[in-house]
């Protein structure tokens, strides 16, 4: 990569941008209606949320002691990727600051771009939806590529995609899967703290922890990809 190639920053999605928790659980509580099961309670959500509808299904299904067949999973996942797409973009909201933090590293000559395990088609259109899709260089969701995070090849081909280079790249996230992704891609990451994650993101030693995105401005970015650079 030439030295003109600008520095990256690379978004996870759900609990990192967007709080798409209320509707995450809206359309998991759709399913399990069908299923003739209880619904969720929201406080309970973010043991689920954070690893793809299969998983909050499976998990829910657990949580209430029921059995679940591979054919009704199948159905079940259908029914909520159709119920949470028809209803994009809900109560989804970005995180407070974030929009601002974003217009800050465009402004500082940062390239943006997003690395998701939500679907690709549904990662556009949750943007789009939000005005927000035309920031973002590439927008790789968990289908993007024959492999998905915590496989450091869906950061580093995001990357490569937005046209960025990993060795100025940094990467803010949520989850534990985030973390793991970027210190496999040797790359730093900050975690957000305020996201879908069943123990406190610090436990997973991210390289730096924000509290809102305020926190997140072009110089913290800087710093981090200059210490990775030594």
């Known amino acids: 990569m030439s030295s003109m190639t600008k520095p990256i920053v690379v978004f996870d999605l759900d609990g990192t941008l967007v709080d798409t928790a209320p509707d995450l659980l809206d359309s998991l509580n759709h399913c399990l209606a069908h299923a003739g099961?209880?619904?969720?309670?929201?406080?309970?959500l973010r043991r689920f949320v954070g690893h793809g509808a299969r998983v909050m299904i499976e998990r829910a299904f657990e949580a209430q002691k029921?059995?679940?067949?591979?054919?009704?999973?199948?159905?079940?996942?259908?029914?909520f990727l159709e119920h949470y797409?028809?209803?994009?973009?809900?109560?989804?909201?970005?995180?407070?600051?974030?929009?601002?933090?974003m217009h800050r590293l465009t402004a500082a000559g940062y390239t943006l771009a997003v690395c998701t395990n939500?679907?690709?088609?549904?990662?556009?259109k949750l943007?789009?939806?939000?005005?927000?899709?035309?920031?973002?260089?590439?927008?790789?969701?968990?289908?993007?590529?024959?492999?998905?995070?915590?496989?450091?090849?869906?950061?580093?081909?995001?990357?490569g995609r937005a046209g960025g280079d990993p060795d100025r790249a940094v990467m803010v996230g949520d989850s534990r899967t985030d973390i793991d992704t970027a210190?496999?891609?040797?790359?730093?990451?900050v975690a957000v703290d305020f996201g879908y994650t069943d123990q406190p993101v610090q436990t997973f030693d991210p390289s730096r922890v924000i509290s809102h995105f305020d926190e997140l401005t072009p110089d913290m970015v800087q710093d981090l990809i200059m210490a990775t650079a030594i």
């Open 37 to 44: 099961m209880a619904k969720v309670d929201p406080v309970a």
């Open 66 to 79: 029921n059995l679940l067949s591979p054919e009704q999973l199948d159905w079940l996942v259908g029914l």
């Open 85 to 101: 797409s028809a209803n994009m973009p809900g109560r989804s909201q970005l995180f407070l600051g974030a929009h601002e933090a």
């Open 118 to 124: 939500k679907f690709e088609a549904l990662s556009v």
């Open 127 to 159: 943007l789009t939806e939000l005005g927000q899709a035309d920031r973002f260089a590439a927008i790789c969701g968990g289908d993007t590529f024959s492999f998905r995070k915590p496989d450091p090849r869906h950061l580093i081909e995001t990357i």
């Open 183 to 189: 210190k496999a891609a040797g790359i730093p990451v």
